[in-house]
Every structure is written in C-alpha cells, then in structure tokens.
T-cell receptor, first 114, second 113 residues
Framework: SQTIHQWPATLVQPVGSPLSLECTVE??????LYWYRQAAGRGLQLLFY??????ISSEVPQNLSASRPQDRQFILSSKKLLLSDSGFYLC?????????????FGNGTRLTVT | GENVEQHPSTLSVQEGDSAVIKCTYS??????FPWYKQELGKGPQLIID?????GEKKDQRIAVTLNKTAKHFSLHITETQPEDSAVYFC????????????FGSGTQLTVLP
C-alpha cells in the first residue's frame, strides 16, 4: 500500500533562517505531488505541485520554493523565513494520470517562525 | 476565481445528535464537491464527494446534499459519535483535478459524550 511521510512534525525557526521540509511517498511511482499551507482559521491553500522530477508549478507568489530531486521526494524550502510563513504545511499526492483521484495527505509539519 | 465559504467555524453537538455543515461557492461552473475530515495531528482525508449531476449522496451516517441553483452544499452526519470529532473541510472545483480545488476554511466539530 502507499504511504506518505512528512518530517519534521513540528519546527520552530527564527526569522531569517532557512527552511527545508521533506516529503516522501512509498508504494507508488510517478505520483503527482503537492504542497499545501493551512493557516489558522483558513482553508488549505495550494502552494506548489509537481507532475514529475524537476517539474514544479507555483500557485501563489511567496517566500517559498519547492524542488523534486527524486521521483517520490518533494522538498519545500526557504532561504530566509518570514513571520508570515508560520503555519501548518501539508504534503499530498495523487496517482499519475488520474487527475480525478482524491488527494492523499501526509500528517503535516507545524512551522512556527519566531 | 472560485470562492468557498464554510459555516459554522465551530460546532458542538451531543453524542447521538445530528451535525450539519454548510458551504457556498461562487463559480457556477464548479461541478465537483469533496469533503475532507482532519483528525488531530493528521492530514485531511476524503470522506465523501458529490458531482453536480446528483443532488444527494449517502454513505452510512454521512450524507452530502447539493443545490446548484443556490450554489451551496452541505454535509450531514447523523447519530454522531465521539470519533466524529475533527475538523471538516469542504471544497469545490470545476473539475476533479486536485490542482483546481478551492477549500473552505474548515469546521471544528466536537461531539460531546
């Protein structure tokens, strides 16, 4: 069966520090991968999605970037964190070639920028 | 773009009672409406979805209704149990592509024993 892993589960970082959140998917090949942010009292906002290695699409302009160095690995990064980057970050996947498949989410990373 | 509003933001019910969460959407072209449940410390999980060619869908204690004319859809949970306590998100999309989903702001449901 397929599983998705995100780490770390929680992270406290000072303003101006770099960020690297990692997500990996097991049990499937060539998944579509997504990064979402969930701010308090707000819905899930799609930040990035990827349909293949090195293929990243950004949905909103921001202080973050994403990379997909391997087929089942998706990384969310920042060179210098802002206070407004605080939130709950979720990685998700859908099977390749099936745009209508439901999203499968990881358990998320709670990021607090101080 | 699509805008989805979800109400209420918090909801408390007694165990065994029913719970109803409502969402409205703005884009009349939207035709796919999923509901996700997020338990504490976990990612959201799809619990039910409905497409615009049907008005109601039921799965055991959970049902979703859709009114395309009024552009609103609702989640109904009957005979609530403590394990139903979670955050529920509605979403709307002009297709079933995950990339085009617009989520509501979520409802924290608490089922009181």
């Amino acid at each position: 069966s397929q599983t998705i892993h995100q780490w770390p589960a929680t992270l406290v970082q000072p303003v101006g520090s770099p960020l690297s959140l990692e997500c990996t998917v097991e049990g499937t090949s060539n998944p579509n991968l997504y990064w979402y942010r969930q701010a308090a009292g707000r819905g899930l906002q799609l930040l990035f999605y990827s349909v293949g290695i090195g293929q990243i699409s950004s949905e909103v302009p921001q202080n973050l970037s994403a990379s997909r160095p391997q087929d089942r690995q998706f990384i969310l990064s920042s060179k210098k964190l802002l206070l407004s980057d605080s939130g709950f970050y979720l990685c998700a996947w859908t099977p390749i070639g099936t745009e209508d498949s439901p999203l499968h989410f990881g358990n998320g990373t709670r990021l607090t920028v101080t | 773009g699509e805008n989805v509003e979800q109400h209420p933001s918090t909801l408390s019910v007694q165990e065994g009672d029913s719970a109803v969460i409502k969402c409205t959407y703005s884009d009349s072209a939207s035709n796919y409406f999923p509901w996700y449940k997020q338990e504490l410390g976990k990612g959201p999980q799809l619990i039910i979805d409905i497409r615009s060619n049907v008005g109601e869908k039921k799965d055991q204690r959970i049902a979703v209704t859709l009114n395309k004319t009024a552009k609103h859809f609702s989640l109904h949970i009957t005979e609530t149990q403590p394990e139903d306590s979670a955050v529920y998100f509605c979403a709307a999309s002009i297709s079933q592509s995950a990339r085009q989903l617009t989520f509501g702001s979520g409802t924290q449901l608490t089922v009181l024993p």
